[in-house]
C-alpha cells in the first residue's frame, strides 16, 4: 500500500530532551516536507526537501532540523523542545513538480511539558 | 507574501443541499490548486485537483477555476453529515520553488 508513515503517532516529552520524529515514504517521491498545524494558524511548512541532500527551510524552521540521506527517510529532529513546539505534526511527499498530488502522513501529536 | 484566502467558517448547511467552499490566492503565478478534506485530528485528504480555467467534475465534487480572478471554489453537491470537515485550498506552481501554499481552511458542518 502507498503511503507516509510517521512515528511516534503520539509523544509527550519535557523541555530540553531531544526527540525524533521519523517519516518515511514508500512511493519513490523526490519531495518531502514537515508541517506544523495549530489551532487558528492553519499548516506551516517547517522544512522541505526536493532530494535526497538537499533540504530548504519552510516558514517556521527555528528550532528544528531535518535530514534528507536516504530517499524514503526524512527525520524531524528537535534538538531541544519546548512548549511552543507542541504542536501536530504532519509529514508529506510528492514527485517533482507542484502539480503532483501531495500525499500526508497520519501525524504526530506532540506535547512538550 | 504569498497567501490563499479562505472564510473560516464554519459553513452550515443541510443535509441534501449544495455546500459552496470559496478561496483565493495572491500568487498569479500559481498553475494548480488542490482541495483538501481534514476531519478533526486526522490528516489532509486529497478530494479534488484543478489546473484549468472552469470546471472539474468528480462524483459529488465540482473545482472551479477562475484564474483571472484567483478565484477557486468547491461545490459538493447532496451535502451528507460525512461531509462534515475542515476544507482546505492550497495553491502551487508558482514563485515558492514547487511548495504548497495553504489556506487556514473552511469548516463545514453538515445538519440531519
Known amino acids: 500500500e502507498a503511503q507516509v508513515t510517521q512515528n511516534p503517532r503520539y509523544l509527550i516529552t519535557v523541555t530540553g530532551k531531544k526527540l525524533t520524529v521519523t517519516c518515511s515514504q514508500n512511493?519513490?517521491?523526490?519531495?518531502m516536507s514537515w508541517y506544523r498545524q495549530d489551532p487558528g494558524l492553519g499548516l506551516r511548512q517547517i522544512y522541505y526537501s526536493m532530494n535526497v541532500e538537499v533540504t530548504d527551510k519552510g516558514d517556521v524552521p527555528e528550532g528544528y532540523k531535518v535530514s534528507r540521506k536516504e530517499k524514503r527517510n526524512f527525520p524531524l529532529i528537535l534538538e531541544s523542545p519546548s512548549p511552543n513546539q507542541t504542536s501536530l505534526y504532519f509529514c508529506?511527499?510528492?514527485?517533482?513538480?507542484?502539480?503532483?498530488?501531495?500525499?500526508f502522513g497520519p501525524g504526530t501529536r506532540l506535547t512538550v511539558l | 507574501q504569498k497567501e490563499v484566502e479562505q472564510n473560516s467558517g464554519p459553513l452550515s448547511v443541510p443535509e441534501g443541499a449544495i455546500a459552496s467552499l470559496n478561496c483565493t490566492y495572491s500568487d498569479r503565478g500559481s498553475q494548480s490548486f488542490f482541495w483538501y478534506r481534514q476531519y478533526s485530528g486526522k490528516s489532509p485528504e486529497l478530494i479534488m485537483f484543478i489546473y484549468s480555467n472552469g470546471d472539474k467534475e468528480d462524483g459529488r465534487f465540482t473545482a472551479q477555476l477562475n484564474k483571472a480572478s484567483q478565484y477557486v471554489s468547491l461545490l459538493i453537491r447532496d451535502s451528507q453529515p460525512s461531509d462534515s470537515a475542515t476544507y482546505l485550498c492550497?495553491?502551487?506552481?508558482?514563485?515558492?520553488?514547487?511548495?504548497?501554499?495553504f489556506g487556514k481552511g473552511t469548516k463545514l458542518s453538515v445538519k440531519p
Open positions: 492550497a495553491s502551487g506552481g508558482g514563485g515558492s520553488q514547487g511548495n504548497l501554499i
Open positions: 508529506a511527499s510528492r514527485h517533482s513538480g507542484p502539480e503532483r498530488e501531495q500525499f
Open positions: 512511493m519513490n517521491h523526490e519531495y
